[in-house]
């Protein structure tokens, strides 16, 4: 049959179909593609499915579809779509082939990241697709799992040179559009077939004869989906046909579809309808399983047959339904009792050895009453769950347990574990029902203990303000006595909260926190951990120059041995303190090791954290390409994840660039939502992002103001960097008393933190205020205090601010040296509005600024500059693509562009051409 002959089979679908056509021949000549279909029940996306499939001969296939029952078992939908390729597990890098083993429960081992198990999928996929193109087909994707959903929309995003083809279907309207893992992928909004191919097919349907009025009233009520049109007339009469059916226009069209199959579900026998429901209750079609459990149902082959002679499913070497819809008529009209008897079959059928998880969710579904034994199954299952990083599993099946669990103190332990698995997973709102069943039991103080600081922990996830910090204290107290350890890190937790509050927590800040963590637990230096709470609790209660060397203590420890976990879990404390004390070789060191340890371990919930916070310390480097692809990175996964996005070290960006008209604007905007979230720290670092902003554009005003609000408050990272920037904007602008002020704060912080960052920044503050042979000497401190650090672009803004002295003071041609060097720097950065005060520096002093020549961060995308650096220090294609989440082939596809677009023939002309 021909394409066209296909096309003319979807009546009505010529449109929808082309897009289809061209995934193919896209496939075929070797580029990848991703399409998502989506629409209500029964509007035809499983048809155009089989369209494409049918037309895909030549291709290979692999299919899974979402089921509901299954949508807590983690990577049961992945499972479906890798099954035919894991002959090729073996040919994977060992991490990659580890992390996909452990997750399809074929060998144990540590917790895989589930994104890991992503690149794993990625690699798989593009290996079976070197011998032939791949299409991926995943119907019903809203009933995937989570972790399979989340795994694919990763994959999905990272295809591109592979010859593969993924295409989703996926019911409208989303639950949450924000945490579809598919939005923002290419998609296809299916709508209604138009009135005249309704009616053709409707007509096609109906037998006999019908008046035209009744079919013009059915196309209407209709609204064009294509099932509704096919099934609502079947086994009706043309009578019954003109009377209506139950009033559709009071019903929407998907209960009218579910409504006309559960009427040929209740016109069968009842042996036939239980075959039905048993099948619809074994979602993997396993065909071998669902025979045995009739026969110990002793329901027979012969009503086996009749389920099949309806046409409403398929009995092959798979058992498929009609349309998903029949499944969950089947199921959800049956007796319970009949629910209940099919689960227990499938469980007593199922080889407890090898899917002892599948078992113990038929196990539970069978059962009624409280039983222990039942409940300890599937706590153990959840154990595995959580073992292979199925952490939505987990809470499934713990919360499952919970209410099976007869003892009132083991069921209060179940639920609070479960609310701690589902708060993992992302479903704080299934966290906190169950800490409200969980407080309804007898717990023992080190739970109830656990409860408060989870509950706490909660709070502050959806709110990064003051809400958590009276729960998060109230946690840390309860704590004390039975985990004097825990009770430290919810102190900890409990001074993030307040920092994270800032200036919207009252004037005191976080002094109260600090002094009351400190009196509840004396100094310990046990753990790295501990360090970290004392040299917080000294920084804030006895102020920056106390604290300065016990949080210098801290910085220590998390750089000698601490474990890897504990660098990324603490990271959003320790990065923003090592800048407050200006120490740049631990913030980079911190941040590095952290980004290194997420990608090794595939930890993308947190890797897009530590991405952007070391993006902000290659932002200070002078490195903003690295930066921006990092960000860039932190975003594609933050959208694959779910998780809040992380705008600061982007908005970091756009200041120091300084020549985008909006930047002003988008950080105004993140100012007003921090106050609505009660982030007051986040007003005072914007506050900061303003001022830097300002005083590249030449704006001195706009600079002392925001500089002067960034200083108002104490903001960890935020207030002495502020005071450079107001020591700046009040000589330029004229107002001395304010920038002497800033002048004699910074004096006291910079002493205290004795970096070379810190006290060159103090030298180059004086020199801004001082007059002659002392301004000169300041300056020279300054450039020579910098030039040992990794700060370039206050090295540069040095040079910029010596170099306009120099001009004021008439020496033309010293002042042309530093200006030239200045705006080198701040030219090859990107920082566009330094830069240009430089160049209009230059030209009052004299010199023309000559237009320079296209660089390479010029002409290639962020992950091409990022790609051409990896490849351009020796890295191979397949170690550039396991740390960029991406194939191999792609990145081969990538250096094929960088080497075309620079004129290149070979890897070693990539270094020198990146660094011109």
């Keep these: 049959m021909s ?141 995937l799992d989570r972790v399979s959903a989340q795994t694919l929309a990763f994959v999905a995003r990272r295809v591109l040179a592979e010859r593969v083809a ?13 945490r579809d893992p598919l939005t923002g992928l290419p998609e296809l909004q299916l709508r209604g077939l138009p ?10 349907a109906i037998p006999g004869r019908v008046d035209s009025d009744v079919i013009d009233r059915i196309v209407a009520e209709a609204r064009g989906n294509p099932l509704a049109l096919l099934e609502l007339p079947q086994g009706l009469t043309s009578a019954q046909l003109a009377g209506g059916y139950a009033r559709p226009d009071l019903r929407p069209v998907v209960t009218q579809i579910e409504h006309s199959f559960l009427q040929r579900i209740e016109a069968l026998s009842t042996a036939a309808r239980r075959v039905l429901l048993t099948a619809a209750a074994e979602p993997l079609g396993d065909m071998a399983l669902l025979r045995r459990a009739v026969e110990r149902l002793d329901l027979g082959a012969d009503a086996m047959a009749a389920a099949e002679k ?199 800040g976080v002094r109260p926190v600090a002094e009351l963590a400190r009196a509840a637990l004396p100094a310990s230096g046990a753990r790295a951990v501990d360090v970290l709470l004392n040299g917080l609790a000294a920084r804030f209660a006895d102020g920056y120059v106390v604290g300065a060397e016990p949080m210098r203590r801290a910085l220590r420890a998390f750089r000698d041995g601490t474990a890897d976990d504990d660098i990324m879990r603490w990271l959003w404390l320790t990065g923003p303190a090592a800048a407050d004390l200006w120490d740049d070789e631990a913030w980079h060191e911190l941040t590095a090791q952290a980004v290194r340890t997420a990608r090794e371990a595939g930890a993308l919930n947190f890797l897009p954290l530590a991405l952007t916070y070391h993006a902000a310390v290659h932002v200070h480097a002078g490195e903003f390409d690295m930066a921006s692809t990092l960000v860039q990175e932190a975003e594609a996964l933050t959208a694959v994840t779910g998780n809040s996005p992380l705008g600061y070290t982007a908005l970091l960006l756009d200041a120091w660039r300084g020549a985008d008209p909006r930047a002003s604007v988008a950080i105004a905007a993140r100012l007003g939502q921090a106050a609505d979230w009660g982030e007051g720290r986040a007003i005072g670092t914007g506050s900061y992002l303003l001022s830097v902003l300002h005083n590249g554009q030449g704006q ?82 300054a450039l020579e205090r910098l030039s040992r650090t990794r700060i370039a672009v206050y090295r540069a803004r040095t040079h910029l601010v010596y170099g306009e002295w120099l001009r004021r003071e008439n020496r033309r041609s010293d002042a042309r040296e530093q200006l030239r060097t200045a ?24 010199e023309s600024v000559r237009r320079r020549d296209a660089e390479a961060s ?42 075309a677009k620079l004129n290149l023939t070979s890897r070693k002309e990539l270094r020198q051409a990146l660094n011109k």
């Design 858 to 899: 010029d002409v290639l995308s962020a992950q091409e500059v990022q790609i051409a650096r990896l490849a351009g220090a020796g890295l191979t294609n397949s170690e550039i693509g396991a740390e960029l989440f991406i194939s191999p082939r792609t990145v081969e596809w990538h250096l094929r562009k960088v080497f």
């Design 195 to 204: 009135d005249k191919d309704a009616r053709a097919l409707l007509v096609s």
């Design 166 to 178: 993924f295409v989703f279907a996926e019911r409208t309207p989303v639950a949450d559009p924000e």
């Design 3 to 143: 394409d066209s002959d296909r096309v003319g089979t979807l009546r009505g679908r010529r449109n929808e179909c082309a897009p289809l056509d061209r995934l193919l021949a896209d496939v075929r000549s070797g580029s990848s593609r991703v399409l998502v279909l989506r629409g209500e029940a029964g509007i035809g996306k499983t048809a155009l499915i089989e369209y494409l499939v049918g037309n895909a001969a030549d291709c290979q296939i692999t299919r899974a579809a979402g089921v509901e029952s299954q949508m807590e078992l983690a990577f049961a939908g992945l499972h479906q779509l890798c099954a035919p390729f894991m002959d090729h597990l073996d040919r994977l890098p060992p991490p990659q082939r580890e992390a996909l083993s452990v997750a399809f429960g074929l060998s144990s081992g540590g917790v895989p990241d589930r994104f890991l198990v992503g690149l794993a999928v990625l690699s798989l996929l593009a290996e079976a697709a070197e011998t032939q193109p791949l299409l991926c087909v995943v119907d019903d994707t809203q009933w």
């Design 310 to 508: 309806t046409g409403l499913i398929e009995f092959e070497a798979q058992v498929r339904f009609r349309h998903p819809l029949v499944r969950s008529a089947a199921y959800r009209a049956a007796d319970p009792g009949d629910r209940r008897a099919a689960h227990r079959a499938l469980a007593e059928e199922t080889d407890p050895a090898l899917d002892p998880d599948r078992r113990a969710w038929h196990r539970a579904s069978a059962t009624v009453e409280p039983d222990e034994q039942v409940a300890a199954e599937l706590e153990r299952s959840a154990v595995r769950a959580r073992a292979r990083g199925g952490v939505a599993a987990a809470a499934a099946f713990l919360r499952r347990a919970t209410g099976l669990t007869p003892d009132p103190g083991r069921r209060g332990a179940r639920a609070v574990s479960a609310a701690q698995f589902a708060f993992e997973a992302g479903s704080p709102e299934a966290a906190l029902e169950l800490l409200a069943a969980a407080e309804m039991g007898p717990l023992d103080a080190f739970q109830r203990a656990r409860l408060a600081r989870l509950r706490a922990q909660i709070v502050f996830a959806r709110r990064r303000g003051g809400d958590a910090l009276p729960l998060l204290l109230d946690a840390a107290h309860r704590m004390q006595v039975p985990s004097p350890e825990q009770a430290r890190e919810t102190y900890l937790e409990a001074i993030g909260s307040a920092v994270f509050a800032g200036r919207l927590n009252g004037p005191d």
């Design 823 to 846: 705006y080198d720097m701040l030219h090859r950065f990107g920082a566009d509005g330094f830069a240009e005060r430089a160049r209009r520096e230059l030209l009052a002093a004299g």
């Design 700 to 781: 001195y005003q706009a600079a002392l103001d925001s500089a002067g609000k960034a200083c108002e408050h104490d903001d960890l990272a935020a207030v002495g960097h502020a005071l450079a920037e107001l020591v700046e904007a009040g000589v330029r602008a004229e107002d001395r008393v304010q920038a002497q002020a800033a002048l004699r704060r910074l004096e006291r912080r910079a002493h205290a933190s004795g970096t070379d960052w810190a006290l060159g920044m103090l030298a180059r503050s004086r020199a801004l205020l001082s007059a002659g042979e002392d301004a000169e000497r300041s300056y020279r401190e």
